[in-house]
T-cell receptor, first 113, second 117 residues
Framework: GNSVTQMEGPVTLSEEAFLTINCTYT??????LFWYVQYPGEGLQLLLK?????DKGSNKGFEATYRKETTSFHLEKGSVQVSDSAVYFC????????????FGKGITLSVRP | GAVVSQHPSRVICKSGTSVKIECRSL??????MFWYRQFPKKSLMLMAT?????????EQGVEKDKFLINHASLTLSTLTVTSAHPEDSSFYIC?????????????FGPGTRLTVL
């Protein structure tokens, strides 16, 4: 089956620190990979995505590279801001626009000034 | 990007009553919508897949008679929590992939906070 494993949280960083959030997956077939972000009190928003091996998704200073050899899609940001405080979910989907997303457990990031 | 709305954004009800939550795709059509439940500090749990013009597909362990889903049109799906109890209190989120796919993306509603007293 399909599954997504995220590193355990929560994570607390100081502003301007480097961020890495690990995500690994198992999937039948060739998945597309996603990072979603949920700000306090809001719904999920797509942060970035990658649809094939070696693709790099990027948005708002965040990056993640689809690594087929290590089945990973780690999220990175060089310098976090207080406004990045949120819950981050790694997810995958296999085969077709209407197939369901499989989410990781999510990790809470808190950035202090 | 595409917009998905949910109504109401939050609802408080008494135990034993039923609550209807609407999910609308505002600027695109979707034959499929997904309903999730999110517990505090937990991931999203897929409850069911709503299919326009046919019955919803429920995930294992989800009571279909308790969580009634109706996908009335290509832009509207509703989730009705019947005879709600305090343990049904949660954050309910819907999502929809655009019918004209190719984007390989789902758009999420802002969620509905249900509190059952």
């Amino acid at each position: 089956g399909n599954s997504v494993t995220q590193m355990e949280g929560p994570v607390t960083l100081s502003e301007e620190a480097f961020l890495t959030i690990n995500c690994t997956y198992t999937a039948t077939g060739y998945p597309s990979l996603f990072w979603y972000v949920q700000y306090p009190g809001e719904g999920l928003q797509l942060l970035l995505k990658a649809t094939k091996a070696d693709d790099k998704g990027s948005n708002k200073g965040f990056e993640a590279t689809y690594r087929k050899e290590t089945t990973s899609f780690h999220l990175e940001k060089g310098s976090v801001q207080v406004s990045d405080s949120a819950v981050y979910f790694c997810a995958l989907r296999v085969a077709g626009a209407n197939s369901k997303l499989t989410f990781g457990k999510g990790i809470t990031l808190s950035v202090r000034p | 990007g595409a917009v998905v709305s949910q109504h109401p954004s939050r609802v408080i009800c008494k135990s034993g009553t039923s609550v209807k939550i609407e999910c609308r795709s505002l600027d695109f059509q979707a034959t499929t919508m997904f309903w999730y439940r999110q517990f505090p500090k937990k991931s999203l749990m897929l409850m069911a897949t709503s299919n326009e013009g046919s019955k919803a597909t429920y995930e294992q362990g989800v009571e279909k008679d308790k969580f009634l889903i109706n996908h009335a049109s290509l832009t509207l799906s509703t989730l009705t929590v019947t005879s709600a109890h305090p343990e049904d209190s949660s954050f309910y989120i819907c999502s929809a992939p655009p019918l004209a796919g190719g984007l390989n993306e789902q758009f999420f509603g802002p969620g509905t906070r249900l509190t059952v007293l």
